[in-house]
């Protein structure tokens, strides 16, 4: 029997079998959890109907975390078709392309906009609406990556768009503590995503990781599935507001020596 038997959960950000999010689904499917996806728009939706099918998901609904009313008609539906939830997974974020090339200080007021609302603010408004439909002792999850802390070349207002995101995380987690709910986000290595494909220079990056980070290896989806079991199931029922990494040890070590000696 998995450790997540009779929980449900509701994931944001599965735009296909590359995407982070997809690795959770698995993880959480094998471990007994019933699952919900929500995707962002009308185009998506033959690529995420199969992929729910196979772990046995019917509740796929779309919605444009951009969109207030569309958060409320989700989780109207929410209610209605699926009634609580245990497990919220935001892994979502969004930029224009033209602000993840060049210097941060060329970021335009409306990229900083787009990518503080939808990669930042989302989370903070789905969690306020899951709140009617969380059981007790629920659990939410975001995504987050090393740019929030130190500057990474290109990742530009996506960085600045985390770090708010991870303050999200402290303070939500401060609010729904005493709720019994817990607050966290998983900081994972580079993985090539669409949304990664997006970062200029992201594949020298991601291939220049495995000589720098001290596991020798660039991450997976199952990788950061199998953390986010322990951040979302009774085996850390005593954590809440941390950023727990999944970066093959690439955050604990200052100037590394590029080589497998
Ligand atoms: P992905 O492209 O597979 O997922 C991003 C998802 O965000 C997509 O499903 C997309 O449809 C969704 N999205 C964008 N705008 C939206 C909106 N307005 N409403 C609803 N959904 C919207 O890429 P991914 O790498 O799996 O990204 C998932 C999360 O992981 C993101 O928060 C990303 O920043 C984070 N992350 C990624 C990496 C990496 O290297 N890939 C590393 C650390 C953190």
């Not at 986000?185 to 949304?195: F, K, M, N, W």
Request: include cysteine; aromatic fraction near 8%; charged fraction near 20%.
């Amino acid at each position: 029997m998995g450790i997540l038997e009779g929980k449900k959960a509701l994931i944001f950000g599965v735009a296909n079998s590359r995407s982070i999010a997809w690795g959770i689904a698995q993880a959480l499917h094998r471990e007994g959890a019933q699952l919900a996806f929500s995707y962002a728009v009308p185009a998506l939706l033959r690529r995420i109907e199969p992929l729910a099918e196979k772990l046995g998901s019917t509740f796929v609904e779309q919605c444009d975390l951009s969109q207030d009313d569309e958060i409320d008609r989700l989780f109207n539906k929410v209610s209605v078709d699926i009634g609580n939830i245990d497990i919220l997974i935001h892994s979502v974020a969004f930029a224009n392309r033209d602000e993840l090339s060049g210097p941060y200080y060329a970021t335009s007021r409306d990229g900083f906009r787009v990518a503080l609302d939808v990669s930042c603010y989302s989370f903070t408004s789905v969690v306020r609406s899951a709140l009617p439909v969380f059981n007790p002792g629920s659990s939410c999850l975001a995504m987050t990556y090393y740019g929030a802390e130190k500057a990474v070349q290109h990742y530009n207002v996506m960085g600045v768009a985390k770090a708010a995101l991870e303050a999200s995380i402290r303070y939500l987690a401060a609010d729904l503590g005493p709720l019994s709910h817990r607050v966290n986000a998983i900081s994972a290595g580079p993985i090539r995503t669409l949304a990664a494909a997006g970062v200029s220079g992201f594949k020298a990056m991601h291939s220049k990781f495995t000589d720098l980070a001290p596991l020798r290896r660039n991450v997976t989806i199952e990788d950061v599935g199998n953390a986010a079991i322990y951040l979302c199931s009774h085996l850390s029922q005593g954590v809440t507001g941390e950023i727990h990494y999944v970066d093959s040890g690439f955050n604990t070590v200052g100037l590394s020596t590029p080589s497998r000696e």
